[in-house]
DNA sequence: TCAAGTACCGAAAAAAGATTCGGTATATGA
DNA sequence: TCATATACCGAATCTTTTTTCGGTACTTGA
């Protein structure tokens, strides 16, 4: 009954609050995309992650904007143009991105012969 | 229509792949409490995460035995008794994890500021 | 006998997350 | 005029994850 505002990050545990930042299937993988440093357009994003649904990254974006790991320019212009790029905060995560990226690397062959090969007639 | 098998892992992407063995709500804790190296029994890893619903910390114990990160011994005696540890893959994502706990405590500030004080009348 | 502890599992319900579809608004080029 | 492109949002739906509840089976101790 008693209205509870919802929290978006887990302030519990510090191991949980960064998973809580990250864990969304795709938000990793815009951290990755935006490693350069180099500001971003949505439209390239979504051409780089062409399995994710639009909507998706559209909502992701919005949340890492709020969380502050990103930060978000919108040019006044027609047809709309904005950019995105890694905040300082955002920066700081890459090393773990890097580390997970790097682990996925070292053991994708492991999983393959366990779960895959995928779509095989 | 055609039946697809699930895949229980994402062999898309090395960085996918990383967050999917880990993503779920408590895995990261589960690797976190046995990073000693020393086993833990099923009713000790419950006590530890009181937050985490018993049912589902069965399930993800689970599922790390199956993706091979954490090892299980059953001991065949009565009352029963099992045990688990971080297996050598496992411990090859300790860096991971360290390295995700060690950013939560440095910015968890900023978070409750953000988002905190949680549960205040 | 009864409660508590051990380690699990199945099934249903609830919650959260992702996806699809349609819509806003404006500009350019065919 | 119509399609395409830009960027985004709301709502309904689908899917997955988490939670809750009950059950199995056996032992110890009150």
Redesign the pocket.
């Known amino acids: 009954m008693a209205y509870e505002k ?1 929290i978006p990050v887990d302030l519990d545990c510090p191991l949980r609050l960064t998973m809580s930042l990250i864990e ?3 938000k990793s993988c815009i951290l990755d995309e935006l490693r350069s440093g180099d500001p971003m ?4 994003i ?1 051409k780089c992650l062409p ?6 990254l ?5 949340e890492m904007v709020e969380d502050g790991l990103i930060e ?1 320019t ?1 040019f006044p212009e ?5 950019e995105y790029r890694l905040s300082p905060l955002g920066k700081s995560l890459m090393p773990i991105i890097d580390m997970m990226l790097g682990w996925g690397e070292e053991h994708m062959e492991i999983f393959e012969k366990k779960y895959g090969p995928r779509r095989e007639g």
């Open positions: 919802k969304s299937k795709w357009r949505p439209s390239e979504h399995e994710a649904a639009p909507r998706v559209d909502i992701q974006l919005k978000k919108i027609l047809p709309p143009r904005s």
